[in-house]
């Protein structure tokens, strides 16, 4: 795929009252997500769906509520000052806005990177056959230390789960997954992956290359929009759901049914879903590689 870079954008002078209203959206919408998660961590409640998307993620619930306008934009008003704490800003004559050489040579490299990764991943033919076997790799004869959601029941014995995972072969492609399978299970996937072969493998019709589009989106604050932030928080969001359905794990009793890919009906249900989130996936993946041909351009 040959992506063209787009002109550098004029800035765009947004006034207090436009910003503002923008920045109380924000934090309105991404608050219904992050005031659950804080009110549990309070109680010291842990939710097996979704904590993964903060401590997995690791980025902050109050970050994560932080509105930035990203690049091409200008904030007017006396109130925009309070951005110059982040050194990415700075003052002009239109406004406070973010500094064109914010980026150092190793975020610039990390960008180069992060581009390579979205291009290839976008131009990759997206496979939809795994059906969420990378969740029952990790728990395939396992030893008792290895057990992650111990306080939540397996919908099989361990035999049972065993001959579910053996009836047909593990399709994983993304690493960050795959670094979790126990080791019997590594060599019953297709690919032996590994972190530097990441660029070769990824591919959009994958639940965690699509939730990661959260993780390349923050990575970039505060030079990402918000509002790019949270859709791509969004969709990582609803993607878990999914993840943790077709898992062997029981969460009937937190309201999450189970999608039985041990079924061949499961398994078509599984796959619909997926084409779903592969398809929602792909104009996040093409605004983030805007973002970074924004960011450096080639």
Same mark, same amino acid.
């Given at each position: 795929?040959t992506?063209s870079?787009p002109?550098?954008?004029?800035?765009?002078?947004?006034?207090?009252?436009?910003w503002?209203?923008?920045?109380?959206?924000h934090?309105?919408r991404?608050?219904?997500?992050t005031d659950?998660h804080?009110d549990?961590a309070?109680?010291g409640?842990?939710?097996?769906v979704?904590?993964?998307l903060?401590?997995y993620?690791g980025?902050?619930p109050?970050?994560?509520?932080?509105?930035?306008?990203?690049?091409?934009? @200008?904030? *007017?008003?006396?109130?925009? &000052?309070a951005? #110059?704490?982040?050194p990415?800003?700075? =003052?002009?004559?239109?406004?406070?806005?973010?500094?064109?050489?914010?980026?150092p040579e190793?975020r610039?490299?990390?960008?180069r990177?992060?581009?390579e990764?979205?291009?290839?991943t976008?131009?990759?033919?997206?496979?939809f056959?795994c059906?969420?076997l990378?969740e029952w790799?990790?728990v395939y004869?396992q030893t008792p230390?290895e057990?992650?959601?111990?306080?939540?029941?397996l919908?099989?014995p361990p035999?049972?789960?065993a001959?579910?995972v053996e009836?047909q072969?593990?399709?994983?492609?993304?690493f960050?997954a795959?670094?979790?399978?126990t @080791?019997? *299970?590594?060599?019953?996937n &297709?690919l032996a #992956?590994a972190r530097?072969?990441t660029? =070769?493998h990824e591919?959009?019709g994958?639940?965690?290359?699509?939730m990661?589009?959260y993780?390349?989106?923050?990575?970039?604050?505060?030079l990402?929009?918000a509002?790019?932030?949270?859709d791509c928080?969004?969709?990582a969001?609803d993607i878990?759901?999914?993840?943790?359905r077709?898992?062997?794990?029981?969460l009937?009793?937190?309201?999450f049914?189970?999608?039985?890919?041990?079924?061949?009906?499961?398994?078509a249900d599984?796959e619909?879903q997926?084409?779903?989130f592969?398809?929602r996936a792909r104009?996040?993946?093409?605004r983030?590689l805007?973002?970074?041909?924004?960011?450096?351009?080639?």
């Amino acid at each position: 795929m040959t992506v063209s870079p787009p002109a550098p954008p004029a800035v765009v002078v947004l006034p207090a009252a436009e910003w503002q209203a923008r920045a109380l959206a924000h934090e309105s919408r991404v608050r219904a997500w992050t005031d659950p998660h804080q009110d549990r961590a309070g109680r010291g409640e842990k939710h097996p769906v979704y904590d993964f998307l903060f401590t997995y993620y690791g980025f902050r619930p109050a970050w994560l509520r932080r509105w930035h306008p990203g690049p091409g934009l @200008a904030l *007017a008003g006396l109130e925009a &000052r309070a951005f #110059l704490r982040d050194p990415e800003y700075h =003052e002009t004559a239109d406004g406070v806005t973010l500094r064109p050489d914010a980026l150092p040579e190793k975020r610039r490299a990390y960008v180069r990177w992060l581009r390579e990764l979205l291009v290839n991943t976008l131009d990759r033919p997206a496979h939809f056959a795994c059906f969420g076997l990378h969740e029952w790799a990790m728990v395939y004869r396992q030893t008792p230390d290895e057990t992650r959601h111990n306080q939540y029941p397996l919908r099989f014995p361990p035999d049972g789960l065993a001959r579910i995972v053996e009836a047909q072969p593990l399709r994983c492609t993304h690493f960050d997954a795959y670094r979790f399978f126990t @080791a019997p *299970a590594r060599p019953l996937n &297709r690919l032996a #992956l590994a972190r530097e072969t990441t660029l =070769e493998h990824e591919q959009s019709g994958c639940l965690h290359a699509n939730m990661d589009l959260y993780k390349w989106a923050h990575k970039l604050v505060p030079l990402a929009p918000a509002e790019l932030v949270a859709d791509c928080f969004e969709l990582a969001r609803d993607i878990r759901e999914l993840d943790m359905r077709a898992s062997p794990y029981d969460l009937a009793a937190l309201g999450f049914p189970p999608v039985k890919i041990e079924t061949p009906e499961g398994r078509a249900d599984y796959e619909r879903q997926q084409r779903g989130f592969s398809t929602r996936a792909r104009p996040l993946r093409l605004r983030l590689l805007a973002l970074c041909d924004q960011l450096v351009p080639a």
